[in-house]
């Protein structure tokens, strides 16, 4: 069993920072992604951000050069650095573990920015 507890989000107004972080706990194995995920009302969950336990990393085009992922191995911990916030950011953002090709989601953490 697997579980994520996400931390982080908040109201920010546009143009500002926040930092999220997930923390994995549970049967986690060695090779893994994690990464974040978001939806926002009336629209599909996106990936916005992944990384490796081998340190290869994948964004969202509409976040790169913005947002930053990172991992602490030790701790099956991940951040997501969200700076230059937009209203377009606005979403729950969940974070995400994919093992053994399963997935596995935290209960998401609301991020608001405002114009």
């Known amino acids: 069993q697997v579980r994520l507890v996400e931390s982080g989000g908040g109201l920010v107004q546009a143009g500002g920072s926040l930092r999220l972080s997930c923390t994995a706990s549970?049967?986690?194995?060695?090779?893994?992604?994690m990464g974040w995920y978001r939806q926002a009302p009336g629209k599909q969950r996106e990936m916005v951000a992944t990384?490796?336990?081998?340190?290869?990393?994948n964004y969202l085009s509409s976040v790169k050069g913005r947002f930053t992922i990172s991992r602490d191995g030790a701790k099956n911990t991940i951040y997501l650095r969200m700076n230059s916030l937009r209203p377009a950011d606005t979403a729950v953002y969940y974070c995400?573990?994919?093992?053994?090709?399963?997935?596995?989601y935290g209960q998401g953490t609301q991020v608001t920015v405002s114009s």
């Open positions: 990384a490796s336990t081998r340190g290869a990393t």
């Open positions: 995400n573990l994919r093992q053994r090709y399963q997935d596995y």
């Open positions: 549970g049967d986690i194995l060695s090779l893994n992604f």
